[in-house]
C-alpha cells in the first residue's frame, strides 16, 4: 500500500514530462519578403498574394485546408460541422473562447455578419466572389457558438468555399458601424496583432497572446518586407536577410539559392493552381472559326514544350481545364485523347494546317496580346508562336503593360491574347468560370456565349456524386478543348526556396494557401 | 535684389499651373483603368456594377472638366486628395518617401561635391600629365557606367564577399545613424560617382577656361603665390557653371532614381513614380509631378541666387 502513492507518483511525473515535450521552438521574427503590396486591408476585396501574406495572420476562417495534408479541410474557428444529405443545410459548431484582438468575444453574430458581407455585400463595398456565394439562401444563428448555412440548390464547392483564405471573418459589431471598417483596419481573431505597415517597405504583425490555440503562434512575431526587383529579392535570401518568399522561384533563381545556400535552404516544387490560356476574340474573325481556334490549339507540342520551357520558366505540366494532378482532373490517357494533346504532334499539326486550309486561312496573319511580364508570360508567348509558325502562321507579338493589357482585353482591342487562370484551390466552380459564357462570367474575355458549356458547368456543380461530378467534367472539357474559345498552355510549377531554420510550414499547391502562420516556427 | 527674388517667386506660380495642367491632360490621354487594374488584375471577378460604383467613389465618373475642377480647386489649397490605388492620403503617401531619397541624394551630391571639385581642379592644374589622364579616365567611366548597374555590382560584391547586403527597410537617420548609414552610403556611392564625374569634366573644363582669363595674368604678375590665385580667384569663377550642374543633377535625383532604388530596395520617390503611373494613379502621379517640378524650380532660384555670391559682378535687379 506504501508503494501505491509512490507509483502515482511517478505516473504523473511520466504524465507531465510527456506532455512537456514539444519540438517546436518559441521566439523569433521571421522576415519573409514579398513582391507586391496590397492596395488595402479587405480580404473580401483583394485578389492578390500581395495581400495574402501580409495580412492573412490577422485573421481565422470558418474552415480551412489542412497544408500538411491538401486538399483536406479543417475546422478554423469551426469546432465540427455537418452538411445535411440533402446538402442544403451547413450546420457549423464553433469553437468557444475565442477573442478578437481588442478583447472582444467572438460569435456567431460575427459569422453571419462577415457572411452578409460578402454575400449581399451593402452600398460601397466591394465584394469580389460574391457570385461564388450566390447559393447561399440564409444564415441562422441559433445560438452564440452555432452557424446554420441553408442553401438554395446544392452546391458541390460549398464546403470548399467556407475554406476560402478570403473569407476572414469580421468583427459584427465593427462591420455595423462602418461596414468599410475592414478596408482601412486590421482587426481579427488571428495568431498574429497588427503591429504597423509602413507603406513601400514593410508589414508587422506580433503575437497574439489571447489566440484560441494554446501554445500557438510560436513566433513572436513577423515582418513582411515589400521587395519588387526579383534580383533583390533573391539576394535578401541568399544573404539570410529573409527567411522565405511564399509566391514562388524561377528555375535559374532556384537554381543560384541553392548552389550558393546548398544544405541550409529546403526546396519544395511541385504543380501550381495556376495556367496560362490562350483566348480568341470571337467577335473578330477569322477566331469565330472554330475550325481556327482547334487549328492553333492543334499546332502546339504540349508535352515536348512542357519538358523544355520547365528549364527557363515557372511552367511545367501539362494540363486540361483542371490542374494536372488534382483528384478531378482527367488522367494522362484521357487528356491525350483532346485535341492539341496527342502525343504525335506531326499528326496534330497536318490535321491543324488541314484545318486552316478549309477555313480559307491557310497563312493566317494576327496579333497576340501578351503581359510584358517576364514570367512566364513572355517565354510562353514566344513559345506559342514559334509553335504557329510550324504551321505556317505568322504572328506578332505584343506585349502590355499590365493596365493596358488588361483594358485590350476587356474591351475586346485584341484578336488573340494570352491569359491567366489562378485559384487558391483545386475546385472546377472555380476553374471553369473562366470558359463560361460571357454573360455568366466576368473574367471570359472571348466574348462568347456558349449554353451547352453553360449547362455542363451547371450540372457539375448541383452533381451530389463524385462519379456524376466526374462525366460531367469530362464533357464539359472535352467541349472547351474541341471550341476552343479559350484553351488551356501548360500549368505553372511551384518552386520554394526557404531558409532550413523556418519550419512548420507546408508547401501546396497554391500561394494563397497556409499562410496564416500559426505553425510556423524558428528553428535558432 | 529683393524685387528679383519676389519676381521670381511670383513666376514660380503660372509655371506650376502649366505644370499641373499639362500633367492632368497627359494621364488623361493613358489608356487604362485603374479600377480594372485593382479588382481583375488577378483574375477576380466583378461585375460592372461593382466597377461602375469604384470608379464612381474615385470620382472618375466625372467629366474632364469636373476632374480638373477638382485637381485645381485642391491645387489652390495644397489639398492633393487620396491615392486611388490605397485610400491613404497623398501627403502620407510622399513625405514618408521623401525623407529617404532627399538624403540619398544630398549624400549623393556630398560625395559629388568632395570629389569633383578637387579632382576637376587637379585635373586641370596637371594639364597632360598622368594625373590627368587618370582623373579624366576615373571620369569618363562614370559618365559610361549606369548608376543602377554599379549599384548591382556593389550589392553582388558585398553578398558573394561577405555574405551581406544593406538593411532592406529605411530607418531614419536620428533613430539609428549605423544602421542608416549602412543602408544608405551604398546607393549614395552608386549614385554619386556618376554624379562626381559630371561636375569633374565641368570643373576641369572650366578652370581651364578661366585659367586664360587677364585677371590670373594680372594676379600672377603680381607676385601672388599661386595657391591664393587659385583659390581665390580661379575656382571662384570656375564655380558657376558647376553649381548650375550640381543644382540640376540634385534636382534628378529626388525622383529620378527608379532603377537604383529597385536594386537596393529603397523605398523612395522613384520607385513610387513608376508604381503609381503603372497603376494609372492619378492623384499620386499628379502630385509626385507637382513636387518634382516644385523641386526644379526652387533649385534653379536657389542656383541663381548663388550665382549672386559667387560673383559680384552678377547684381539681379
Known amino acids: 500500500m506504501k508503494r501505491l502513492p509512490l507509483l502515482l507518483m511517478m505516473a504523473a511525473a511520466l504524465a507531465v514530462s510527456a506532455g512537456s515535450v514539444y519540438a517546436q521552438k518559441r521566439g523569433g521574427e521571421l522576415k519573409f519578403a514579398v513582391s507586391a503590396e496590397p492596395p488595402n486591408y479587405d480580404c473580401h476585396a483583394n485578389t492578390s498574394f500581395a495581400f495574402v501574406h501580409p495580412v492573412r495572420p490577422h485573421y481565422n476562417t470558418l474552415l480551412k485546408f489542412d497544408a500538411a495534408n491538401y486538399p483536406k479541410i479543417k475546422g478554423d474557428l469551426a469546432e465540427s460541422w455537418t452538411v445535411s444529405k440533402d446538402s442544403l443545410t451547413y450546420t457549423f459548431k464553433l469553437r468557444r473562447g475565442v477573442k478578437f484582438h481588442d478583447g472582444s468575444d467572438f460569435s456567431s453574430a460575427d459569422v453571419k455578419a462577415s457572411y452578409e458581407r460578402i454575400a449581399n455585400p451593402p452600398k460601397g463595398v466591394i465584394s469580389i466572389r460574391r457570385g461564388a456565394y450566390s447559393d447561399i439562401a440564409s444564415i441562422e444563428t441559433p445560438d452564440a457558438h452555432t452557424v446554420v448555412f441553408k442553401l438554395k440548390a446544392p452546391n458541390s464547392a460549398m464546403l470548399s468555399l467556407f475554406a476560402s483564405p478570403w473569407d476572414c471573418i469580421y468583427s459584427a459589431a465593427k462591420l455595423k458601424q462602418d461596414p468599410n471598417f475592414p478596408r482601412t483596419n486590421v482587426m481579427g481573431t488571428g495568431p498574429f496583432v497588427f503591429v504597423e505597415h509602413a507603406a513601400g517597405s514593410h508589414w508587422v504583425g506580433k503575437r497574439f497572446d489571447g489566440y484560441f490555440e494554446k501554445g500557438k503562434p510560436y513566433l513572436d512575431g513577423y515582418r513582411a518586407i515589400f521587395i519588387r526587383n526579383t534580383a533583390a529579392r533573391v539576394n535578401a535570401l541568399q544573404a539570410g536577410e529573409v527567411l522565405a518568399e511564399f509566391r514562388g522561384h524561377s528555375p535559374a533563381d532556384k537554381d543560384r539559392l541553392v548552389k550558393a545556400l546548398g544544405d541550409k535552404v529546403n526546396v519544395y516544387e511541385q504543380p501550381w493552381c495556376c495556367a496560362l490560356v490562350v483566348t480568341f476574340n470571337t467577335e473578330k474573325k477569322p477566331f469565330d472559326d472554330a475550325r481556327v481556334r482547334r487549328a492553333l490549339s492543334l499546332a502546339l507540342d504540349r508535352w515536348g514544350g512542357a519538358q523544355a520551357l520547365s528549364k527557363i520558366a515557372l511552367v511545367r505540366w501539362v494540363g486540361g481545364v483542371l490542374r494536372p494532378g488534382y483528384e478531378l482532373a482527367p488522367t494522362e490517357e484521357e487528356l491525350t485523347q483532346y485535341p492539341g494533346f496527342g502525343k504525335d504532334i506531326n499528326k496534330s499539326r497536318a490535321e491543324a494546317k488541314r484545318l486552316l486550309k478549309e477555313a480559307g486561312v491557310p497563312d493566317l496573319k494576327f496579333k497576340f496580346t501578351n503581359r510584358n511580364i517576364p514570367m512566364p508570360y513572355t517565354p510562353v508567348g514566344v513559345f506559342l508562336i514559334d509553335q504557329w509558325r510550324q504551321i505556317g502562321v505568322t504572328v506578332e507579338h505584343e506585349q502590355l503593360d499590365t493596365k493596358l493589357y488588361q483594358a485590350a482585353l476587356r474591351a475586346g482591342n485584341y484578336e488573340a491574347g494570352l491569359d491567366f487562370n489562378c485559384d487558391f484551390m483545386d475546385e472546377p466552380n472555380l476553374q471553369l468560370q473562366k470558359y463560361l459564357s460571357a454573360d455568366k462570367s466576368t473574367i471570359n474575355y472571348g466574348r462568347y456565349n456558349d449554353r451547352t458549356l453553360d449547362g455542363l458547368f451547371e450540372k457539375q456543380v448541383r452533381a451530389t456524386s463524385r462519379p456524376d461530378r466526374v462525366k460531367y467534367l469530362r464533357a464539359f472539357e472535352k467541349r472547351v478543348l474541341e471550341e476552343a474559345y479559350t484553351f488551356p498552355t501548360i500549368w505553372w510549377h511551384r518552386v520554394i526556396v526557404n531558409w532550413k531554420q523556418m519550419k512548420g510550414w507546408h508547401m501546396s499547391p497554391s500561394h494563397y494557401l497556409n499562410q496564416d502562420l500559426s505553425e510556423v516556427w524558428l528553428d535558432q | ?317
Open chain 2, 1 to 317: 535684389m529683393l524685387r528679383y527674388i519676389v519676381n521670381r517667386l511670383l513666376l514660380m506660380i503660372p509655371t506650376l499651373i502649366g505644370v499641373a495642367i499639362l500633367v492632368f491632360i497627359l494621364l488623361r490621354m493613358m489608356p487604362g483603368d485603374i479600377v480594372e487594374l485593382k479588382l481583375l488584375a488577378e483574375g477576380g471577378g466583378v461585375d460592372a456594377a461593382t466597377l461602375e460604383a469604384e470608379r464612381a467613389r474615385l470620382g472618375l465618373d466625372k467629366s474632364l472638366w469636373g476632374q480638373f475642377v477638382d485637381w485645381m480647386t485642391g491645387l489652390a489649397t495644397l489639398d492633393f486628395g487620396v491615392s486611388m490605388w490605397t485610400g491613404r492620403p497623398v501627403i502620407e503617401e510622399i513625405s514618408s518617401r521623401l525623407e529617404l531619397s532627399m538624403q540619398v541624394a544630398l549624400m549623393a551630391t556630398f560625395l559629388a561635391i568632395i570629389i569633383a571639385i578637387p579632382l576637376g581642379t587637379l585635373s586641370a592644374l596637371f594639364k597632360d600629365t598622368w594625373i590627368d589622364h587618370v582623373i579624366r579616365v576615373f571620369a569618363i567611366a562614370g559618365l559610361a557606367v549606369p548608376s543602377f548597374w554599379l549599384g548591382m555590382v556593389i550589392i553582388l560584391l558585398l553578398l558573394l564577399n561577405f555574405n551581406w547586403i544593406p538593411p532592406l527597410t529605411y530607418t531614419p537617420i536620428y533613430e539609428d545613424p549605423w544602421r542608416n548609414l549602412s543602408q544608405l552610403i551604398w546607393p549614395a556611392m552608386a549614385v554619386g560617382y556618376r554624379y562626381s564625374a559630371v561636375a569633374t569634366r565641368m570643373m576641369r573644363s572650366t578652370i581651364l577656361e578661366v585659367l586664360q582669363e587677364d585677371y590670373i595674368r594680372t594676379a600672377r604678375a603680381k607676385g601672388v603665390l599661386e595657391r591664393l590665385v587659385i583659390a581665390r580667384h580661379a575656382l571662384r569663377n570656375a564655380m558657376l557653371p558647376v553649381i548650375t550642374v550640381i543644382g540640376l543633377e540634385f534636382a534628378f535625383l529626388i525622383g529620378g532614381l527608379v532603377v537604383t532604388e529597385q536594386v537596393f530596395n529603397l523605398n523612395g520617390l522613384g520607385k513610387l513614380f513608376v508604381e503609381t503611373v503603372t497603376r494609372g494613379d492619378f492623384t499620386m502621379v499628379q502630385a509626385l509631378v507637382m513636387l518634382i517640378a516644385g523641386f526644379f524650380i526652387i533649385i534653379n532660384f536657389i542656383v541663381d541666387l548663388l550665382y549672386a555670391v559667387f560673383d559680384p559682378r552678377v547684381r539681379y535687379r
